[in-house]
């Protein structure tokens, strides 16, 4: 369950290394609160250093600290409970940044993605992530 102001670990190649929660986008079904699969807005706390070098190549850091940015909930802590019964809870809270189209920002995953993404239509993320759970 991810709420306003809530700190997610960035699991892809953007640059950002921990973004912050501003605003979740869907219905207002769950009173503004997020789960995985759901895209949200958030400010970006925390990015890797840039420096003059890796600015003038190809694989430039796309975002820096304090850009606002959409990013789709790839993890949680809070468990998730399956239609089988079973429950699915990871160590900590992850995104993946997503650009104005709805697309991938960065052109990797570094990390374990929850199988339910499939369910919402981030088959892509699934696609390019190491592991599913």
């Known amino acids: 369950m991810i709420g306003l102001k809530s700190t997610l670990n960035v699991i892809d190649n953007s640059g950002a290394l921990l973004v912050e929660c501003v605003n979740i986008l869907k219905n207002k ?4 609160v997020g789960s995985v699969g759901d895209e949200i807005v ?3 706390k925390r990015a890797r250093p840039i420096s003059a070098a890796t600015q003038a190549s190809v694989n430039a850091v796309k975002v820096r600290k ?3 940015r959409r990013a789709v909930i790839v993890r949680t802590r809070k468990e998730v409970r399956r239609p089988d019964g079973t429950y699915v809870r990871f160590d900590d809270n992850a995104a993946v940044l997503l650009n104005n189209k709805r697309e991938m920002l960065g052109t990797r995953i570094g990390g374990i993605v929850n199988a339910d993404l499939r369910l ?3 088959s892509k993320i699934i696609s390019l992530a190491p592991r599913v759970v």
Request: glycine share 24%; net charge neutral; aromatic share 8%.
């Open 42 to 44: 958030c400010v970006v």
């Open 29 to 32: 079904v769950n009173n503004g």
């Open 66 to 68: 304090g850009d606002v």
């Open 120 to 122: 919402k239509g981030w």
